[in-house]
């Protein structure tokens, strides 16, 4: 199933949450709804799930508008904050959710076990939510979210709260998942959406300011290739009059003349490491490293989200 | 497979019981009734004659105080931690967990009242009972209930604090409860006729004698419906 967001918009007073925004989610397909605190995520993933109302606009579920059909059937949310029973044992709780998703009868304790299994609540599910940690609570919110076997997951800041190894594992347990359904997850975590999604999505102020794969924004952010080279040379001047001599290379920048090290930005659409290595090689000087200078996706975001 | 009304009904009562809720209900309730209708003043062996009259009129009182003690939690407490957000993200509609809550706190005053059986059992033994007018009795007050336990939840639906929802659900009671009656006999022509009709009690105190009228019936069950839609419209105004 996929999802089709049609020119939504949806005010809070004067303050418009999300602002005329469009764009689709296909089957199979994880994407990172990414955007500074207040941008408009979890309104716009509340309005998927039909809690709130949209002002304007649409949003289609598998060509089913959300407006006229109720779709939560297909769809396994896990709200901002993981509001759970407390008072209930983890094991009731996913019975108390898989009823109300309609799970069938003969299948509720088949779906439930590998609930539990697959979110390692083995030990803890005869405990009362209350006094799980804050990693377990998470986990119960995962477990409640896909307990009936939904085709959409929208996740709601899904790895807060949790430890690094228990970060890594709800990370592996998405991209599993995200292969045959389709998910929205947002986070303010960068690092989370590059491991996790197959697309980007950065949202500053309700409207979308970047959509593609995190190689597409930061080739958009770039523009020309950056590399970081040390060369064994006998002098720094020779270098830095060489590199600056290729028809690749742009601007040299001398970074430090002891360890002679520089930056070369190439020419726009052209890359310098072929030139670099030949002229070492016919020089007889030797390279000893080479790194591509990667835009982080904490600078694409910082530039694009920062008012 | 199980209706979603049930399914939150189910789980409310549950939480009834697993929180204490349910067992000081219980026991307050059956303390008070039992104390006023066979220990205190004018209890039921000054009566003279078989009935539940006296038991009637304390409940009336009783439940009036319990059932927004009930309700006060069902939306409020939801509201408060969100876990709203969690159930109406399900494939439930915002009447149905509604009708859930109101048949979870209609069910827990059933039981309460099912514990007074003895009661009757024992003034039927001791003379000459009215079976039908008990009944009836009977009927009063779970039809009082279920428009105190409408009125609660609706209260509930409009804060998150669960105090505010108990002295709202009070303060609505009261008019239902004497403050129109108050009213119409201080007043006279239509608005007297008016208020007469929305009180509560008059009607409670036909259905409590054994004098089954359609009109009364109709009053109870109107004032229920209508508390339990405009929950529904609250709730829907969540955004």
Known sequence: MDIVI?????????????????FQVKTGEILGFLGPNGAGKTTTMKMVTGY????????????NSVRVKDMNR?????????????DMPVIDYL???ASLQQVPEERMEEQIRRMVRVCGLDVEKHKKIGELSKGFRQ????????????????????????DPNQIVEIRELIRQLGKEKTVILSTHILPEVEATCDRILIINRGKIVADGTADTLRKQAQGQQVLRVRIEAPSYQEVYDELGKLSTVGMVDLLDKDQLRFETQSVADQTSN????????????ILTEMIPFETKLEDIFRELTMN | MMSAVWIIAKRELHSFFDSLVAYIMLIAFLGFTGFFTWLFGGDIFFRKEASLQVFFGVSFWTLFIFVPAITMRQLAEEKKTGTIEMLLTKSITDRQLILGKWLACFLLVGIALLFTMPYYISVARLGDIDHGATLSGYLALLLMSAVYISIGIFASSLS????????????????????????????SGFISELMTTLSLSSHFE????GVLDSKDLIYFISITIFGILMSEFVISKRN
């Open chain 1, 6 to 22: 049609d020119h939504l918009t949806k005010s809070y007073g004067f303050q418009k949450a999300v602002d005329d925004i469009s």
């Open chain 1, 52 to 63: 709130i109302s949209m002002d304007s606009g649409d949003i289609k579920i598998g060509g």
């Open chain 1, 74 to 86: 297909y769809i396994g949310y896990l709200p901002e904050n993981n509001p759970l029973y407390h």
């Open chain 1, 95 to 97: 019975e108390f959710c």
């Open chain 1, 139 to 162: 986990r119960v919110g995962l477990a409640q979210a896909m307990i009936h076997d939904p085709q959409i997951l929208i996740l709601d800041e899904p790895t807060t709260g949790l």
């Open chain 1, 274 to 285: 072929n030139q670099i290595f030949n002229m070492c090689v016919n020089r007889g000087w």
């Open chain 2, 160 to 187: 998150n604090n669960q105090i505010v929802s108990f002295l709202v659900a009070l303060l609505i009671g009261i008019f239902f409860h004497f403050l129109f009656d108050v009213i119409a006999s201080g007043t």
């Open chain 2, 206 to 209: 036909s259905i409590s004698r």
